[in-house]
């Protein structure tokens, strides 16, 4: 069985770590199975990620605090407690107030499946 993950410490530990970089962020990938990736990101308040290309699929979840999503389609605020889709778009993510995240990502996506009706019978003529 695989570990268990206990997001409120993950939130609390990396929030304290953020607080204490330079930068003001602290990441951590807790979950990584094939192409899914879930990892808890902390920011201080007025902490940004810079933009950059989105994933193939990608939701973010807001824990704690409040962020703005910016992109070429415009700005939109999260709370603690709402789930997006992120924007297959470049964008970037700026903490409005010290906030914890989940980035759920899907790094890649599988071929097309190609399903063929093998009920219908061709026509011999």
């Known amino acids: 069985m695989d570990a268990m993950n206990d997001l409120t410490l993950l939130a609390e530990q990396h929030l304290a770590l953020a607080r204490q970089a330079e ?40 824990l704690r605090g409040r962020v703005r999503l910016r992109s070429a389609a415009g700005d939109i605020e999260l709370d603690a407690g ?30 097309p499946v190609v399903v063929y009706d093998t009920r219908r019978v061709r026509d011999p003529a």
């Open 23 to 62: 930068h003001g962020r602290s990441a951590h990938l807790f979950l990584h199975d094939g192409p899914l990736r879930q990892s808890v990101i902390a920011l201080v308040g007025g902490a940004e990620l810079e933009e950059h290309n989105a994933p193939p699929a990608a939701s973010l979840h807001v």
């Open 82 to 111: 709402q789930v997006m889709r992120i924007p297959q778009a470049r964008h970037g993510l700026t903490a409005l107030d010290d906030s914890v995240l989940v980035l759920t990502s899907v790094t890649a996506t599988p071929e």
